[in-house]
C-alpha cells in the first residue's frame, strides 16, 4: 500500500512540474511574446560616376537577398531567416522574440548581403558593415511588444569599383609557391 502511494505521490509531482513547464512555456510564447523586425536599404553605388554621381546618387536594386542570423548563449544558430528587397530596395525580416521556449536576443543577432540581382552592381561592399555582417546594437523603435533595428543603407558597387586584395599572404604575383 505504501509503495502504491508513494508511486501516485510522484506521478502526480511530475505531472504538476510539466504543467508549471508548459504555463511558462505558453507565456514566454504567448501573450508577452513579442517580435523582433530588422530592416534597412540596400543600394547600388557606382565610383565609375562623377563626384556628385556618387555621393547622391545611389539606386536601390530590388530583389537582393539580406539575411539575419542569431545565435544562442553556445553560439549556435538558433535563427536564421532572409528578405529580399523591393523596389525601393528596401527590406524587413521579423523574428519571434522567442524560438523553441529560448529567448531571442538581438544583440546576438547579425545582418549581412547575401546576394545581388544586377548584371552589374553586384559586389558586396563592408560600408555599414553589409559584406562581414553587422550586430543589431540599439533599437530604433521600440513599442509594446515589438522591437525594431533599422540597419544600413548597405551597398553593393560594381567590379570596377572593387578594390583588389593585396594581403602578401597568398603567395602570388611572382612569387615562387612551394607545393
Request: aromatic residues 8%.
Amino acid at each position: 500500500m505504501k509503495l502504491v502511494l508513494s508511486m501516485l505521490l510522484i506521478i502526480a509531482s511530475l505531472t504538476l512540474l510539466n504543467v508549471a513547464e508548459s504555463w511558462e512555456e505558453a507565456a514566454a510564447t504567448g501573450g508577452g511574446g513579442g517580435v523582433i523586425q530588422v530592416g534597412g536599404k540596400v543600394l547600388c553605388q557606382d565610383c565609375t560616376e562623377g563626384w556628385n554621381e556618387w555621393v547622391s546618387g545611389q539606386k536601390p536594386i530590388e530583389g537582393c537577398t539580406v539575411s539575419v542570423t542569431c545565435m544562442d548563449n553556445r553560439k549556435r544558430i538558433i535563427y536564421y531567416g532572409r528578405d529580399q528587397t523591393d523596389k525601393a530596395g528596401e527590406f524587413v525580416v521579423t523574428i519571434n522574440k522567442y524560438i523553441r521556449g529560448k529567448q531571442v536576443k538581438p544583440e546576438s543577432c547579425f545582418t549581412r548581403l547575401v546576394s545581388s540581382p544586377d548584371p552589374v552592381c553586384n559586389i558586396p561592399t563592408d560600408f555599414a558593415g553589409g559584406k562581414s555582417g553587422v550586430n543589431l546594437g540599439r533599437p530604433t523603435m521600440v513599442y509594446r511588444d515589438t522591437i525594431k533595428h533599422v540597419l544600413g543603407p548597405f551597398y553593393y558597387t560594381t567590379p570596377m569599383c572593387d578594390e583588389p586584395d593585396t594581403n602578401d599572404d597568398d603567395n602570388s604575383y611572382g612569387k615562387e609557391k612551394n607545393y
